[in-house]
């Protein structure tokens, strides 16, 4: 194995696609040493990419933030300005791992990791935020959903990375909000998750919806007829029942240990119609 | 294979090892510079045995690449006593029996001394939570987290 720490995008585009054998790029590792520990994975070529301009950086940018592909949940769980305008990525990146993998781990690395059950991806389908992927070709803006095609898959090309993920402008009265099931308190895979953002206009209405359920399908799924659910209302009791049930209808699990697909297709409903709750709260709606 | 020469601070003081491109900081610590209360646990990041610091932040070094931490600044619980004199945590710890086979302990007191550093007074409940990544077969928790309470009230008095 060859470890590489190019300093610049352009060097590890070309380091990526010049490699014959397995190429993985590094940020935070907490998935990639993991699996090349169990022998799941024995690359050929390690590119870690923590030396390159804004990989570690959050810079705002049209009223949004860029966050760099290696930005720690430790790093962005301080960040005080993205807490405050996406409370709910930023709660669904930092439930992932121990206090130790939040020293390391990414959001662009959940994102290419392709678990089903990633914890930072659906608040960021939601967020309607985009990863920005650098490849032979030059640079391309994706949204997040196009990332993962299956579990452990991606869309990404030989070559490609996705250098960063770009947060947009919030208008006024907005928010977002997290939830996964786990049995335990901490240090778990999500069973089922859902995560919920909003607008409200100044009558508390919400005007503007997205959500996104995991760890119920094959990849993290944005259920639009739930946010169709949610618009002109002001999350009465039929808003929310027909809220859970559109995130129901959307869900396709896998039984297994964790949980049945009945379970699993029950609960993302409810837990949607709480983030809902949460999200509208802390977007100035009073119920 | 390509081995690579890094140079790093550890606990203070200037270090240099060449290591081989897959090996973890883990077993730079252990194997190449002799720092053997950096345990291997579970060696995928699960157990918290391996607690160190890099540049201030706590991470798994099974976790990191030795080649990874090039100019880093790195604490193990090697750099933790001011040469006879037993940090309080560590003092703590004994006070309150809160060992007993020993194998976690570096890395939960790396994680607990990193937590009063960001947060001087924590509940019981963010000690747990912050300290959920160490784990350990013998106590039980409650004599850890008590140890941790009692070295926070003692470090916050002096």
Redo the contacts between chains.
């Keep these: 194995m060859r470890y590489e720490k190019p300093e610049s995008t352009a060097e590890a585009v070309r380091l990526l696609a010049n490699e014959a054998g397995l190429a993985r790029v590094l940020a935070g590792g907490t998935d990639l040493l993991v699996q090349m520990k169990s022998g799941m994975v024995e690359p050929d070529l390690v590119v870690d990419i923590k030396q390159i301009a804004g990989m570690r950086t959050v810079t705002p940018e049209a009223g949004g933030f860029r966050i760099g592909a290696a930005v720690s949940g430790a790093e962005l769980g301080e960040n005080a300005e993205v807490v405050a305008q996406w409370p709910g990525v930023v709660e669904g990146f930092n439930l992932i791992g121990s206090t130790q993998v939040q020293g390391r781990c990414t959001m662009a690395g959940n994102l290419c990791n392709a678990s089903p059950a990633g914890d930072a991806v659906p608040s960021l389908v939601a967020a309607n935020a985009t990863a920005r992927v650098a490849g032979p070709n030059g640079e391309r803006d994706v949204t997040i959903e196009q990332i993962p095609v299956g579990p452990g898959r991606i869309s990404l090309a030989k070559g490609e990375f996705i250098t960063s993920i770009f947060l947009p402008a919030r208008p006024a009265r907005s928010s977002d909000a997290y939830l996964r099931f786990i049995p335990r308190t901490e240090m778990d895979i999500a069973v089922a998750s859902a995560a919920v953002n909003l607008t409200l206009g100044e009558d508390g209405t919400v005007t503007a919806a997205r959500v996104a359920v995991g760890a119920v399908a094959p990849t993290v799924r944005l259920v639009e007829p739930a946010a169709q659910a949610l618009i002109g209302t002001k999350l009465d009791e039929d808003a929310l029942a027909a809220l859970a049930a559109a995130c129901s209808a959307a869900a396709n699990p896998i039984n297994d240990k964790r949980g049945t697909i009945e379970y699993r297709t029950h609960v993302v409903g409810v837990l949607a119609k709480r983030a809902a709750l949460i999200a509208y709260e802390r977007a100035g709606g009073r119920k | ?2 081995s ?1 020469h890094v140079a790093a601070t550890i606990n203070g003081d200037p270090a240099e090892f060449v290591c081989e ?2 090996e ?1 900081l883990l077993d730079v610590l252990r194997n190449r510079l002799g720092l053997t209360g950096v345990k291997e646990g579970c ?4 157990c ?1 045995a391996c ?1 160190v610091t ?1 540049n201030g ?4 070094s ?4 030795g ?2 931490v ?1 100019g880093a600044e790195i604490g193990t619980i090697e750099g933790m006593a001011d040469a006879d004199r037993l940090h309080p945590l560590q003092q703590s710890f004994i006070d309150n029996a809160a060992l007993q086979c020993g194998v976690c302990t570096p890395g939960i007191l790396v ?1 607990a001394e ?2 009063l550093k960001k947060n001087p007074d924590p509940t019981e409940t963010e000690i747990r ?6 784990l350990c077969r013998c106590t039980g928790y409650d004599k850890i987290v008590q140890a941790v309470q009692d070295a926070a009230q003692q470090m916050r008095g002096a």
Excluded: F, H
Aim: charge should be neutral; aromatic fraction near 6%; glycine fraction near 16%.
């Design positions: 294979m390509k690579i491109p897959q973890t060696g995928t990041g699960d918290g607690s890099v932040r706590l991470v798994c099974c976790l990191v690449l080649g990874e090039q994680a990193a937590l939570y912050w300290l959920a990544g160490n």
